[in-house]
């Protein structure tokens, strides 16, 4: 895409935010606050995993056909240019079902500044690849090994990716040990907060013979490794960006702890503000 924009372009920018505010409000504070070139380039890739994501968590789509859009769409990733029209042509028999974020993908794609495309469709097809295998595992974690595993396809790529971003803006150079750390505490923030919903949809993340107790402390040890990766980061608006999420996923721990099902919207707001006004 053009830097510095046709009216096409804008149109694409005020799209892209808007359905990235529907999708996550927790995202979409951080990313609304990254300067035009990160916000374009984070938001994209935001939407491009969020695309997969959803046909991975589809309640309406057989498994067969998850793992048959997830592989071949994996596939069209890897090809550049992006193939707009392959990929409407699979999706096209489960259009019905599918959101918009997911529809959309190829325009996610456009959005993205053209120099780092191919680091954000490279991610999202490690990603898409790696949730087809867990789709077709029917989610099934047996050991601390396998939610390594799950939490490195859904979660730790992301911060890999992230990392690759600061580096192409402006040479930040961040461990990628540490940055999966960041991804994997994030979704073990979430599989805590989501166990009752999985547990009824017949999803298991939990480890054999694991409890709450050790899935916090499992997200806690990650966390921590959050905690590591920022040190390296001295870019104050990636800072910024990188403190919102894990700001909110060791208040939602701590709320999950006291027996809450999650943070209120008053208790987000103010955590996100306290960080700002920093």
Known sequence: MIEGGTSLDKKLEKEAM??????SRTFYIPIKLLKPKLRKTVGSAYLCMRAIDEIEDHIQLESEIKQHLLRETSQLLKQQPFDKGKYQSLI????KYLPEVTIRLGDWIDFCPDEITGTVTDATSVMANGMAKWVDK???VKTEEDLDEYTYYVAGLVGIMLSDIWKWYDGT???RELAIGYGRGLQAVNV?????EDRERGVQFFPDSWTKDDMFAYA???LRKADAYMKDIKTKNILLFCKIPLALAKRTLKALKRGQEKMTRQEVEETVEQIVNE
């Open 18 to 23: 808007h359905v990235l505010k529907l999708t």
């Open 92 to 95: 096209q028999p489960y259009e």
């Open 138 to 140: 029917g989610w099934k």
């Open 173 to 175: 150079t961040t461990n």
């Open 192 to 196: 805590l907060r989501n166990v009752d």
């Open 220 to 222: 806690e040890e990650n």
